[in-house]
C-alpha cells in the first residue's frame, strides 16, 4: 500500500542550530515527493519538490531536502533554524502515473529563541 | 481570483443535517484535489478531480460523502446526515494538472462543526 510516514510528532530546535524533519514513504513506483508548511492562522504553503535528478533540493525560505531511495526518505533539513520556522510540517507523496497525492500526519517544529 | 476559495469559512450544523461546501479553484487548474484535516491530526485525502477523468474517489470515508465539480472548475463537497466524527477542517486545493508533479495551491478551509 502507498503510505507517507512522518515518525516525529515535534521537533525542538533552538534558533541558530540545524534541523531536520523526517518523512519516509512507501511506495512500489517512483515518486514524486513534497514538503509543505503550514503556519498559525495560514493556509497550507508548497515548500519544494523532488521530481528527477539531483537527490538534495532547494526550496523556499532556507530549507532544503534530501531524497534517498535507498532509504525511501526525504528529510527536510535547514542549516540555521529561525524562531520563525515554528510551523506544521507535512510531508507529501504523488505517485508517477497518477494525480493522487498524499500526506503524511505532519510534524510541529518548534524553535526557540 | 488570485488563489483558491473556500466557503463558507466556518460552518455549524445539526447532527443529521446536510451541508454542503464550496471550493473555487485557481483559473486554468485541472486538477482539483479535497482533504479533511481533524484537530491535531494530518491531511486525510478524501478525493481528486483531474480534467475530464473519472474523479478518484477512493479516500471518501462514507457514502455519506460526495463531490462534485461542474464545468470543471467549481467543486461542492456534500456530506449528508452530518454526524459529529465528520467536524473538522475541509481543505480544497488545486494544481495545474500537467505532469502530475505540480505542487497544490490550497484554500483557507472550511471549518465544519457538527454539534
Known amino acids: 500500500a502507498q503510505s507517507v510516514a512522518q515518525p516525529e510528532d515535534q521537533v525542538n530546535v533552538a534558533e541558530g542550530n540545524p534541523l531536520t524533519v523526517k518523512c519516509t514513504y512507501s511506495v512500489s513506483g517512483n515518486p514524486y515527493l513534497f514538503w509543505y508548511v503550514q503556519y498559525p492562522n495560514r493556509g497550507l504553503q508548497f515548500l519544494l519538490k523532488y521530481i528527477t535528478g539531483d537527490n538534495l533540493v532547494k526550496g523556499s525560505y532556507g530549507f532544503e531536502a534530501e531524497f534517498n531511495k535507498s532509504q525511501t526518505s526525504f528529510h527536510l533539513k535547514k542549516p540555521s533554524a529561525l524562531v520563525s520556522d515554528s510551523a506544521l510540517y507535512f510531508c507529501?507523496?504523488?505517485?508517477?502515473?497518477?494525480?493522487?497525492?498524499?500526506f503524511g500526519a505532519g510534524t510541529r517544529l518548534f524553535v526557540k529563541a | 481570483g488570485a488563489g483558491v476559495s473556500q466557503s463558507p469559512s466556518n460552518k455549524v450544523t445539526e447532527k443529521g443535517k446536510d451541508v454542503e461546501l464550496r471550493c473555487d479553484p485557481i483559473s486554468g487548474h485541472t486538477a482539483l484535489y479535497w482533504y479533511r484535516q481533524s484537530l491535531g491530526q494530518g491531511l486525510e485525502f478524501l478525493i481528486y478531480?483531474?480534467?475530464?477523468?473519472?474523479?478518484?474517489k477512493s479516500g471518501l470515508p462514507s457514502d455519506r460523502f460526495s463531490a462534485e465539480r461542474t464545468g470543471g472548475s467549481v467543486s461542492t463537497l456534500t456530506i449528508q446526515r452530518t454526524q459529529q466524527e465528520d467536524s473538522a477542517v475541509y481543505l480544497c486545493?488545486?494544481?495545474?494538472?500537467?505532469?502530475?508533479?505540480?505542487?497544490?495551491?490550497f484554500g483557507s478551509g472550511t471549518q465544519l462543526s457538527v454539534l
Open positions: 486545493a488545486s494544481s495545474q494538472g500537467g505532469q502530475g508533479n505540480e505542487k497544490l495551491f
Open positions: 478531480f483531474q480534467g475530464n477523468s473519472a474523479p478518484d
Open positions: 507529501a507523496v504523488r505517485f508517477t502515473g497518477g494525480f493522487k497525492t498524499i
